[in-house]
């Protein structure tokens, strides 16, 4: 039965070239060129880095990132999370392991902070963690096997969360530092990126990860390949009325600094002309995650 939802994403890509996601594989829907093969890639929800090789498996990510101030408008609902995982980049992939947190304007012109784990394809688990803007985020996923440990320190408030969890499948073929546009979906396989959230900027630091041969290094390490991500408006419709221009949210990402393991990524606004919105992109998570999580 065709539902309202709301989740996060993960990348699989179509024949032509635009990355696209299925009920269980949950995308960042990439508009450009394979990621495996490009240094720099476009996405309607994702913004930041990913690291990968063929063949290269991961053990563990990190990095820490500053919970963001959001400009809100009363009136204008918006959204935004940011997150450090494994997997969910590859054109095969069909998991993602995930944990950050979620800054949101609420209707009322408020914004609204919690915190997060996911692991795809199950839907997001919120944690009873408090949140507030300008504290330190630090952020770790480990997987031995099919057993997964997701980490959340707020460091300024000093307290956080640990969670050990058995999962199938997993896929530890990628990490990422992500700011992301969060889904909202009518159904199994019709979904379109929320208004992402006026963030200013936020930056992403001590961003490490851990093979599973135990080689470590950071974004930037030529063991693997990095590609940078930047989230732009996407495809595009025709509609049978007139509408005026539309202003969206985008997010770019700065180049590497600190030996490759920080970066900041930037909000910015884009205007488009009237009938070129957002790319589709399909996720699927229960009702009640739209019902519990989306601000009021």
């Not at 563990?60 to 609902?77: D, E, M």
């Not at 949101?104 to 688990?125: I, K």
């Not at 999962?167 to 992402?196: H, M, R």
């Not at 049978?240 to 990402?253: E, H, K, L, N, R």
């Amino acid at each position: 039965m065709a539902a309202s939802s709301w989740e996060r994403a993960i990348p699989k890509l179509n024949s032509v070239g635009a990355w696209l996601s299925t009920a269980a594989v949950t995308a960042a829907v990439l508009v450009s060129a394979p990621a495996a093969f490009a240094n720099t890639t476009n996405s309607t929800n994702w913004a930041g880095y990913a690291i990968h090789r063929p063949g290269l498996s991961f053990h563990s990510v990190q990095g820490t990132w500053t919970q963001p101030t959001l400009t809100c408008t009363p009136g204008i609902r918006a959204y935004s999370s940011y997150w450090v995982g494994l997997g969910g980049y590859s054109v095969n992939s069909s998991a993602l392991e995930q944990i950050g947190t979620e800054a949101d304007c609420t209707a009322s012109g408020r914004s609204r902070s919690t915190a997060w784990y996911e692991l795809v394809p199950a839907p997001s688990v919120q944690l009873r963690l408090v949140v507030r803007p300008g504290d330190l985020m630090r952020a770790r996923v480990r997987v031995d096997g099919h057993r997964v440990v997701v980490s959340l320190y707020d460091v300024t408030r000093g307290h956080g969360f640990t969670k050990t969890v058995r999962v199938s499948p997993v896929d530890v073929s990628s990490a990422e530092w992500i700011v992301e546009a969060p889904s909202e979906c009518l159904g199994a396989y019709e979904c379109q990126s929320l208004p992402l959230a006026n963030f200013g900027s936020t930056e992403f630091g001590s961003a490490i990860a851990r093979t599973v041969r135990g080689h470590v290094g950071s974004i930037s390490n030529p063991n693997w390949k990095m590609t940078k991500i930047k989230l732009v408006p996407g495809g595009r419709r025709l509609v049978s009325a007139i509408t005026p221009d539309v202003t969206v949210g985008t997010a770019i990402p700065s180049a590497l600094t600190a030996g490759g393991s920080a970066f900041e990524v930037t909000y910015s606004e884009l205007t488009l002309p009237a009938g070129q919105l957002f790319a589709r992109s399909s996720r699927s998570t229960p009702t009640t995650f739209l019902g519990s999580m989306l601000p009021r």
